[in-house]
């Protein structure tokens, strides 16, 4: 029988053959992929957790959600397979004028591995690209990003031009380094995530409020 504790083992390590072996192990011994998935979202919220408490650092989160990409990336055919679906859709991306990625990418991986649909749309992205997107994908959350100061201005009008699009129950998620509560506030986004590993949480009840 499969060993998911070494599959949540193998991905808080960052292990990546371990984690494809085990994840293939678990696949090919008929389990549940919602119980595989479990497992894998269990793993990233440790490593959120621990990153959290300082005993983790950036570099370590990536290598643990690479692991976790390429054991999901076995893991989607059978949850497809099964009609296991993402709880919704997000559309990220830094913003127009940025060219930062790093804490974008692993939002979209805590969000990856949390079940949900992420469409990334990548850096220097202009708010019609955030529109389109999130209109052709049917996402209930656009998550903006900035590490330059100077870019933030771009946020507060990409928010605009997105309300100003209308899309139905579109929830708006900012957050880097430069940005706080209080500025998010300001330019009227819905949530402010401080960092990856909270993101998701972040995201999930902002989403869940309506």
Known sequence: MADLGALKTAIEAGDRSGSIRNAGEAIADGTDPRTIMDTMTAA?????RRFQMNELFVPEMLISARAMKEAMALLEPVLVKADVRPEWTAVVGTIQGDLHDIGKNLVAMMLRGANIKVID????VPA?????????NGASLIGISALLTTT????????????????????IMVGGAPVTPEFANQIGADAYAPDAASAVDVAKQTVAGG
């Open 128 to 136: 019609e690209r955030f529109i389109e997107a999130a209109r052709e």
């Open 44 to 48: 990233m919220a440790e490593v959120g």
């Open 152 to 171: 933030m201005t771009g946020m507060k009008d990409a928010v605009a031009a997105i309300r100003a699009a209308g899309l139905p129950g579109i929830k």
């Open 121 to 124: 749309v990548g850096t220097n």
